[in-house]
């Protein structure tokens, strides 16, 4: 059964001078590389929400540019300010998620009351962990995300009087029968479910979340994987408060690989793959951004193209050398791994067996280092010839 989504953004964050765009509302602060409430709209709109309110005291200039953005992205949402309009906009043929006001909660959450119907709610076991959350009863406190049936919203939405949405829908929610799903307590010490109300509380979570999604990403292999992607997680909290898109980023990764190019042809091999793989690590800095965002992945030409920038610096490095043809094959056959690890088509081949344009710079790295462009060449040569043929060779059901 579809569903829509109502997010709760009208309480006062606890001020501070680094507060969000939207100043003192906790739907303001800075998360994930953009507002909060913009991170709980991708949120629910990722698990399925076809259509998404969000209920503000006040219509400011930073929620609206916020709609404007999530709209561009093709994201059904719009803003009320009163239960009038509440009643007026919700549907009454589908259920209601609710999502707290400041509330971060895993994605698999969403997911887990996304593929259930009628009244659910998510709940934690009382605590100290849980003591943000508000109380059930005297064994479980709302961890912030419910699901309400359109007659348990309306019958709430009908009440008369000055009451609060969160807390009177969850009081009503659990009169109903609601079932309860509950998360576990080392979620919410690892902030996998947090109640935000300050910058800094979101800036620990958003980074936390950084650190423990980066290994998601299933398009890395090699030295990407084992080396250049713990250089990217270092590097991508440093950039989430800049609210530096994740696209220019990228940009900024081919333009480094670019200039690796030029001092290639300058005859400076490795300063130009030290430049090359800053190139790489900016473009796994963009991913994990993009990740984190809740943005959709990025498995086009514009993602590759520091990868592939860098597979054109090995021929040119070669025809430096006077090895234009052994600097092509190899860049021709990284390419093909490039290719097979970005589009999942790897088989069943460990990380370490895809020789990636990061791996085949540090090998052609320490080579020149020690034995000079053409012992270079040779070596990422072999390593790429062996790679694929782990990558042919590799039990597909294994």
């Known amino acids: 059964m579809s569903f829509a989504a109502v997010i709760c953004a009208s309480h006062s964050a606890n001020f501070a001078p680094s507060s969000g765009p939207g100043g003192a509302l906790r739907a303001g602060l800075h998360f994930a590389g953009h507002s909060l409430v913009e991170y709980q709209v991708r949120q629910a709109a990722d698990a399925g929400a076809t259509h998404i309110l969000i209920l503000v005291s006040a219509v400011t200039p930073f929620l609206s540019q916020a709609v404007d953005r999530l709209t561009a992205d093709k994201i059904n949402v719009s803003l009320i300010r009163d239960m009038v309009s509440l009643v007026r906009e919700a549907p009454r043929d589908r259920d209601m998620l609710l999502i707290a006001d400041g509330a971060i909660i895993a994605q698999n959450h969403f997911v887990s009351i996304s593929q259930r119907s009628g009244n659910v709610l998510l ?4 605590s100290r ?45 659990v009169q109903a029968g609601a079932h309860r799903l509950i998360v576990l307590q080392e979620d919410i010490l690892e902030g996998r479910v947090a109640l935000i109300d300050n910058q800094a509380s979101a800036d620990l979570v958003s980074q936390g979340l950084l650190s423990k999604g980066s290994d998601a990403l299933s398009t890395d292999g090699g030295a990407e994987h084992y080396i250049l992607s713990h250089a990217a997680t270092r590097l991508a909290p440093m950039l989430l408060r800049t609210q530096v898109p994740a696209s220019q980023i990228r940009i900024g990764g081919m333009a480094l690989s670019t200039i690796g190019v030029i001092a290639a042809a300058l005859g400076w091999p490795v300063f130009a793959i030290l ?35 860098a597979l054109i610096g090995f021929t040119v490095i070669g025809s430096e050398a006077g090895a234009l043809m052994d600097g092509l094959y190899l860049s021709l056959l990284v390419g093909v791994i490039l290719l097979a690890v970005r589009w999942r088509r790897t088989s069943f081949a460990k990380p370490w067996a895809l020789f990636t344009p990061g791996s085949a710079l540090l090998v052609a790295l320490i080579a020149i280092i020690l034995s000079g462009i053409n012992a270079a060449l ?21």
């Open 123 to 126: 709940a934690v076991d009382d």
């Open 129 to 173: 962990v849980s003591a943000p959350f508000e109380r059930i009863d005297g064994q479980h406190r709302w961890a912030g995300l419910l699901r309400a049936t359109p007659e348990v919203l309306f019958g709430t939405l009908d009440m008369l009087g000055d009451w609060d949405l969160e807390l009177t829908l969850m009081r009503a929610v």
């Open 275 to 309: 430049l090359m793989l800053g190139g790489l690590i900016l473009s796994l800095t963009s991913d994990r951004l993009g990740l984190l965002a809740r943005r959709s992945h990025d498995t086009g030409w514009a993602a590759l193209a520091p990868g592939i920038i």
């Open 378 to 398: 040779a070596v990422a040569t072999l390593c790429a010839i062996g790679s694929i043929g782990t990558i042919v060779l590799t039990d597909r059901k294994s």
